[in-house]
Nanobody
Framework: QVQLVESGGGLVQAGGSLRLSCGAS????????MGWFRQAPGKEREFVAA????????DYKPSVKGRFTISRDNAKSTVFLQMNSLKPEDTAVYYC?????????WGQGTQVTVSS
């Protein structure tokens, strides 16, 4: 059974930092592109960042580029999202995603709240 479990969310003031983690089990992490998505209240889920299987290629939503960094440790089956210079508009539930071809898995999400 595949499980993705996010952690590290919380309440932070604008300008602060958080580091999200996504622990994976039941799958071989290096076989998957990993991503982070987020969903704010009343809005659709949106892409935030992605990283290829080896970590050699990353992609970011333009509004987080330069502030957020995605990374992975395949040996520890964990993916990270370092979020710096947080803004109130970053407030959302953040979800971890694993994708490989037609296979796709989601975590349950972790709340990030940025106060102004």
């Amino acid at each position: 059974q595949v499980q993705l479990v996010e952690s590290g969310g919380g309440l932070v003031q604008a300008g602060g930092s958080l580091r999200l983690s996504c622990g994976a089990s039941g799958l071989t992490l290096r076989s998957y592109t990993m991503g982070w998505f987020r969903q704010a209240p009343g809005k659709e889920r949106e892409f935030v960042a992605a990283i290829n299987w080896s970590g050699s290629s990353t992609d970011y939503k333009p509004s987080v580029k330069g502030r957020f960094t995605i990374s992975r440790d395949n040996a520890k089956s964990t993916v990270f999202l370092q979020m710096n210079s947080l803004k109130p508009e970053d407030t959302a539930v953040y979800y971890c995603n694993a994708s490989s071809g037609s296979r796709q898995f989601w975590g349950q999400g972790t709340q990030v709240t940025v106060s102004s």
